[in-house]
DNA sequence: ATGGTAGCAGGGCTA
């Protein structure tokens, strides 16, 4: 059984609905962990979603910034939300796959925003990267030992870990999402906790991988300086399930578009 | 510690 399960930061589901819309008709995931929403959990657009497929909804959001949610075509037994930091921030949502899921019945799927961390990588001088480091503390110490039972990670953790994650490793050391501080933080609390990178296990550097490009370059795609910042993690019992995770990258080029592409991580159970 | 663009909200913050 062909299992997939997709991660994109939306960057306001509102305002990208046909896009949700459009991506799940092309794709037909089982699953789409979104994020930033950007939506209080009493606007989320549901209605959109009728007829979709995905009538199995679950989200976390707050007016302005941040919001997860999870899009499934198959029942979601629970929903849980963590917070980090001592903030309400809307920043992770978790789900179990009920039993209609078949032999994907009982993963546990975890979406995550981790803080993007604002322009200056010091934590003395930049109060928005000194959270972003106390986020991904907070997650090492949630990770804690190893990740037992199957489980899924996914999201935009806003950190480009591998040098091959980012269009230029030498020029971006210094810049915010590929500092040592951070690639080293998220790549320790990943193996602590025994998580699996499965992007790599396929795609294994240095075959460049970018899931974002800036808004601000004015022809993104032939600049092409992408990053990978939105990652899907499997648990040690789902990775020799993996067979591949894919970068939806037209999607970038659609017409006002998010700055992420979609990711989707197809598993064989 | 540039400026470039984008979303929400309707100014300035966040990315």
Redesign the pocket.
């Known amino acids: 059984m062909r299992f997939t399960v997709s991660t994109w930061n939306i ?2 589901v ?2 990208r609905i046909d896009h949700v819309l459009r991506f799940l008709a092309e794709e037909r995931p089982d699953v789409l962990c979104l994020q ?1 929403t ?1 939506c209080p959990d009493d606007a989320f657009p549901l209605k959109a979603l009728r007829g979709s497929g995905y009538e199995h909804v679950v989200f976390a959001g707050q ?3 941040n919001g997860v949610a999870i899009l499934s075509r198959h029942p979601l037994l629970t929903r849980a939300v963590m917070s980090f930091c001592e903030r309400a921030d809307a920043r992770h949502i978790s789900a179990v796959l009920g039993p209609e899921a078949g032999r994907a019945a009982g993963i546990v799927l975890h979406d995550f925003y981790v ?6 990588p010091d934590v003395g ?2 109060p ?1 990267f000194a959270h972003k480091i106390d986020f991904l503390d907070a997650l090492r110490a949630w990770g804690g030992r190893r990740v037992s039972g199957p489980a899924i990670l996914v999201g935009d953790l ?1 950190v480009a870990p591998l040098e091959h994650d980012v269009w230029s490793h030498k020029q971006l050391l210094d810049v915010v999402s590929h500092t040592p501080i951070e690639t080293e933080r998220l790549e320790t609390l990943r193996g602590e906790a025994g998580w699996i990178d499965a992007a790599r296990l396929l795609t294994p550097e240095p075959e460049k991988i970018y899931t974002w490009w800036s ?2 370059s ?1 022809d993104w795609a032939a600049a092409n300086k992408g990053r990978r910042l939105d990652h899907a993690w499997v648990s040690p019992d789902l990775a020799g399930t993996v067979r591949g995770v894919t970068v939806a990258r037209h999607a970038r080029g659609w017409d ?1 578009p998010s700055d992420h592409a979609p990711v989707t991580l197809a598993l064989e159970l």
């Open positions: 960057n306001s509102r305002l930033e950007k007016k302005g910034y803080p993007a961390g604002g322009d200056v001088l930049n928005k806003n808004y601000r004015p006002r």
